[in-house]
């Protein structure tokens, strides 16, 4: 079975400019969750997505937004970039079915790592 | 809310020495745990799980065991190996809210 996908592996990008991260979740894997993580402030949850709807989201401003289309794919998408929003971007996968899977582990992609100049 | 705390990095051993990297839990409900490893240039991976008091997760001469008195699930191994060199995260997740809420990591040097 392959695995998690994040594209592109790295990016760089200017202050003010926008990016979209994109992220294959493992076949038959409805929920998508995505992480910030940074030497700072560790691994912080974005948003998670099932089945085309965010379920979940964290305090990230709105300037963070995701999507998830019909095959589970899901893209990521920072507007306005700052310099702090550089760091490694990781997207998770899940079988994720609410109130039950509570064992079912995250399956990490290897990430994008977004620097902002 | 539900938080995890585990211990400060970085960690640096010798080879074959003993390893504890402790991670404390506060939730509410009845949480499964979780140890992730994180090796340089890659995403995480599942170490270990255990999904009830006193379960013990074990895989790669790793162990946990979870003990609900002292909400505690510690990372052990007997005898580390410089490949052993990667950031640990502890994690849990609950029926009640539904995501993973991970520690901060701890960083592992194994030296040679």
């Known amino acids: 079975k392959a695995g998690v996908t994040q594209t592109p592996r790295y990016l760089i990008k200017t202050r003010g400019q926008q990016v979209t991260l994109s992220c294959s979740p493992i076949s038959g894997h409805r929920s998508v969750s995505w992480y910030q993580q940074t030497p700072g402030q560790g691994l912080q949850f974005l948003f998670e997505y099932f089945s085309e709807t965010q379920r979940n989201k964290g305090n990230f401003p709105g300037r963070f937004s995701g999507r998830q289309f019909s095959n589970s794919r899901s893209e990521m998408n920072v507007s306005t970039l700052e310099l702090g929003d550089s760091a490694l971007y990781l997207c998770?996968?899940?079988?994720?079915?609410?109130?039950?899977?509570?064992?079912?582990?995250?399956?990490f992609g290897n990430g994008t790592r977004l620097t902002v100049t | 809310g539900n938080s995890v705390t585990q211990m400060e990095g970085p960690v640096t051993l010798s080879e074959e020495a003993f390893l504890t990297i402790n991670c404390t839990y506060t939730a509410t409900g009845y949480p499964s745990l979780f140890w992730y490893v994180q090796y340089p240039g890659e995403g995480l991976q599942l170490l270990l799980k255990?999904?009830?008091?006193?379960d013990k997760g074990s895989n790669k001469g790793f162990e946990a065991t979870y003990r609900k008195e002292t909400t505690s699930f510690h990372l052990e191994k007997g005898s580390v190996q410089v490949s052993d060199s990667a950031v640990y995260f502890c994690a849990l997740r609950t029926l009640r809210d539904d995501k993973i809420i991970f520690g901060k990591g701890t960083r592992l040097h194994i030296l040679p």
């Open positions: 255990a999904t009830k008091a006193d």
């Open positions: 998770a996968s899940s079988l994720g079915r609410r109130g039950r899977d509570l064992d079912s582990p995250l399956h």
